[in-house]
């Protein structure tokens, strides 16, 4: 396929599933005509440092550092820190690395001597030699709390300590009403050629970045410009419990049930093949439909699919 023509593109991701997509952007267009406006509900304080796992996915991923085996972390890490935190009886369920934890460690430092999140996310990533703009949805900590039969959980808790085995009944995201969206965010879905929402979790990835006040009006307003590839093809997830979480919730696992969400800002809503016969239903709710390999294996697949989306 021919290199991609120049263009603006401001995307909306979540973490791992997100990074695949982003990874194939970042090489088939000018990097620097890149912005990603990074879901923060997964936002956690741990042992008191201020962990943003959507933000250092998409980061290290940008700057070829992620570990490539779990799609989070820093390639090669080690767990020693992590392992002594445990003798002094700490929860340790979330797996802090050595390396990663220069990053927790700096960002904490940075918003305990006043700085923002975007201006921490904004320093890491210049740091890392990341050339695209890394937004935080929102400066404003909004974590998502799942509730469970049992009781509400922080989403971190839901995802790894109980492996996403509770059953949920809602999901909050916590103080997001009163929440703004981080500087440049507006403006990024407002001035971009193209506005690319990742195939993401569309209940915990970009749900809580349309949450924020504002950003789903800004995306309404360019929807002829919003392309949104879908994370469930053959009524699975691409990666993580979307499925699940969806079917629990009532709201049904397809491609269809996803594009409900997004039809009143979504312009084309992109599909893998093996989905092609829901394309009537999904036009019915108002948007073009694109049929497209969705499915990221290989780096071949990531720069295919990007420069298939910047081609429509
Ligand atoms: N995901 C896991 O499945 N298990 C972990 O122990 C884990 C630790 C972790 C540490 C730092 C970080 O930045 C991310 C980490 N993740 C871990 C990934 C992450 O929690 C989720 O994939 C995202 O929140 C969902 O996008």
Not at 214 to 219: A, M, P, T
Not at 299 to 309: T, V
Request: positive net charge.
């Amino acid at each position: 396929m021919s290199p991609a023509k120049k263009q603006t593109v401001t995307a909306l991701a979540g973490g791992v599933g997100a990074s695949k997509l982003l990874l194939g952007l970042y090489h088939a267009m000018d990097p620097g005509d890149l912005t990603i406006i990074v879901n923060t509900g997964d936002d956690i304080t741990m042992h008191g440092l201020k962990i943003s796992p959507d933000l250092d996915i998409v980061t290290y991923t940008l700057a070829g550092i992620v570990n490539p085996t779990t799609g989070w972390g820093i390639r090669g890490e080690t767990f020693h820190f992590l392992k002594r935190l445990g003798t002094y009886g700490r929860e340790i369920w979330f797996n802090l690395g050595d390396r990663d934890l220069a990053t927790h460690i700096h960002r904490t430092d940075l918003l305990a001597h006043g700085k923002t999140l975007s201006q921490a996310a904004d320093h890491i990533r210049t740091s890392l030699g990341v050339k695209s703009r890394i937004l935080p949805m929102s400066d404003q900590p909004v974590p998502t709390i799942i509730e469970t039969a049992d009781g509400k959980i922080h989403f971190q808790e839901y995802l790894i300590k109980h492996r996403t085995e509770p059953g949920i009944k809602a999901i909050h995201f916590h103080n997001v009403k009163h929440s703004h969206p981080a500087p440049g965010v507006l403006e990024a879905i407002c001035d971009a050629d193209k506005v690319i929402i990742c195939p993401s979790n569309p209940l915990i990835s970009i749900g809580p970045i349309l949450a924020v006040p504002r950003v789903r009006e800004q995306l309404r307003a360019r929807k002829e410009s919003v392309v949104a590839v879908c994370p469930i093809v053959g009524g699975k997830s691409l990666k993580g419990p979307s499925d699940k979480m969806m079917m629990q919730l009532g709201i049904g696992s397809s491609a269809s049930a996803v594009a409900k969400l997004y039809a009143d800002f979504t312009g084309t809503f992109v599909i893998d093949r093996r989905d092609a016969k829901q394309s009537s239903a999904i036009e019915a709710l108002g948007m073009k439909v694109a049929i497209l390999p969705t499915v990221m294996r290989t780096r071949n697949d990531k720069r295919k699919l990007a420069l298939a989306l910047l081609a429509l």
